[in-house]
């Protein structure tokens, strides 16, 4: 992948993090995290790839709210960065977090405890 597509993803990620953080007033979102953008080289698809802390339920609201407020946040970016069209959002939720905390469990469960 170029270093310019590289560098444009950084920047998208750091802005959509701000804009969530800061602009969407949604109390179903949650506590958001995005772990990861990736953008088509063709610019017209930006996948983003985000966790959830909580349960079944709250990422399907928080999910849910990724939803209504996407045409908002996409207005956003577009004003804040510098990109020749504005890509679709896809959002997909971002599974490895949950596989840490499971390994994590697992190992407190076989391993001692230190002392």
């Known amino acids: 992948m170029s270093n310019k597509i590289e560098h444009l993803q950084t920047t998208i990620q750091r802005t959509l993090s701000e804009i969530y953080r800061?602009?969407?007033k949604d109390d179903n979102l949650g506590f958001l995290t995005i772990t990861a953008v990736d953008l088509t080289k063709d610019l017209s698809y930006l996948t983003i790839y985000y966790t959830i802390l909580g349960d079944d339920t709250t990422k399907e609201e928080?999910?849910?709210?990724?939803?209504?407020?996407r045409k908002?946040?996409?207005?956003?970016?577009?004003?804040?960065v510098k990109i020749r069209k504005v890509p679709e959002f896809r959002f997909k939720y971002d599974k490895s977090l949950d596989r840490g905390n499971r390994?994590?469990?697992?190992?407190?469960?076989?391993?001692p405890e230190d002392e």
């Open 22 to 24: 800061r602009e969407v």
């Open 72 to 80: 908002f946040v996409k207005t956003l970016m577009a004003q804040r």
């Open 62 to 69: 928080s999910y849910q709210a990724l939803l209504r407020s």
């Open 103 to 111: 390994i994590t469990e697992g190992l407190k469960e076989v391993l």
